[in-house]
């Protein structure tokens, strides 16, 4: 519990780095927000009136304590279209998530599959041929595999949709399924770099030559000792790329032309929307360092030992 209250106060810190951060970025890139918002044939006039009902005439220091004091009452602010950012994120974030589980359920038990085969087939041709093929799928951009599986799956066969995630349960399920094997790609590259290497290590341990001395083999084996004892780094990789994750649905949204968040963040910036950009990468810094703090509580159940204060 000490650890965790630990992390939760690092994340206070973190968020408010990320806040600063962003706010500073959004003040120094080029253009007028209130300007922006009224167009570019309103009067001087009205562009100073919306720059002072906005606060955008006040000293940075107090702009920024302002928005801090919003966002701890849960206001976001107001988009240039006039909609609250907090109704955006509310609208959008499903899609996000969705894609972010449809990676995983790809990800993760391709993972588990390729690294278990390859380290139990070490140094053989099956094993080779599978660090070669997660070696190919490190250097392939997502945005480019994705528009293959566009042109060769989706368009050919008709059966997976390229836009929206559908409005029912079967459309959903078909939508995801390209999007999410995009996005696992170098997801499941990564994790069974690491977990087969892990796994190795754990397979040549002493423990596991007196555990199997004991006649101890099977799923008993693999699970309690082999698995338990190896999944740990790899549950802190997969939480640092969860992380990630939420960036790179950005490429997945747009590749895909589905209405997320991080659609919403390309079409904010686009549009020097500054609360919308702000709000929408505030949540997900939230969602990096929360998926950082749950895999560390995973492994410190799994293995005290790499509890640190």
């Given amino acids: 519990m000490r650890v965790l ?7 206070i810190l973190v968020l408010l780095a990320v806040t600063l951060v962003v706010f500073v970025l959004t003040q120094i890139a080029p253009g007028d927000a209130a300007r922006l918002r009224l167009g570019p044939r309103a009067s001087p006039e009205a562009v100073s009136e919306l720059r002072h009902q906005l606060g955008l005439d006040r000293g940075l220091p ?35 998530l969705w894609l972010l589980l449809g990676t995983l359920m790809f990800a993760v038990p391709a993972a588990l599959i390729l690294a278990w085969t390859a ?13 070669l093929g997660v070696l190919l799928a490190m250097f392939l951009p997502a945005f480019w595999v994705g528009f293959l599986l566009i042109r060769l799956v989706a ?8 836009a929206d995630l559908g409005s029912g349960p079967g459309d959903l399920i078909r939508s995801l399924v390209l999007p999410s094997v995009t996005g696992a790609i170098l997801l499941t590259a990564i994790l069974v770099r690491s977990l087969r290497s892990s796994l190795i290590d754990v397979l040549d341990s ?22 338990r004892n190896a999944v740990g780094p790899v549950l802190t990789l997969l939480a640092l790329n969860v992380g990630y994750l939420f960036f790179g649905v950005v490429i997945l949204e747009a590749t895909f032309n589905i209405p997320g968040l991080g659609s919403a963040l390309v079409e904010a910036s686009a549009k020097r929307d500054v609360y919308t950009v702000q709000g929408i990468t505030l949540l997900f810094a939230a969602g990096v360092v929360l998926a950082n703090i749950l895999g560390e509580t995973v492994v410190s159940m799994l293995d005290p030992r790499t509890v640190s204060t």
Avoid: C, K, N
């Fill in 62 to 96: 107090r702009q920024y304590l302002a928005y801090i004091i919003r966002v701890l009452h849960g206001d976001f602010g107001t988009s240039i279209d006039g909609q609250h950012v907090s109704s955006i994120i509310g609208q959008r974030i499903g899609d996000t």
């Fill in 5 to 11: 209250l630990g992390r939760l106060f690092q994340l």
């Fill in 206 to 227: 002493e423990y596991i030559a007196v555990a199997r001395s004991l006649g101890v083999g099977g799923s008993t084996l693999i699970v309690r000792h082999v698995l």
């Fill in 155 to 162: 368009m050919p066969t008709g059966w997976f949709p390229v």
């Fill in 119 to 131: 380290a139990w087939f070490r140094d053989r041709t099956v094993d080779h041929a599978i660090r």
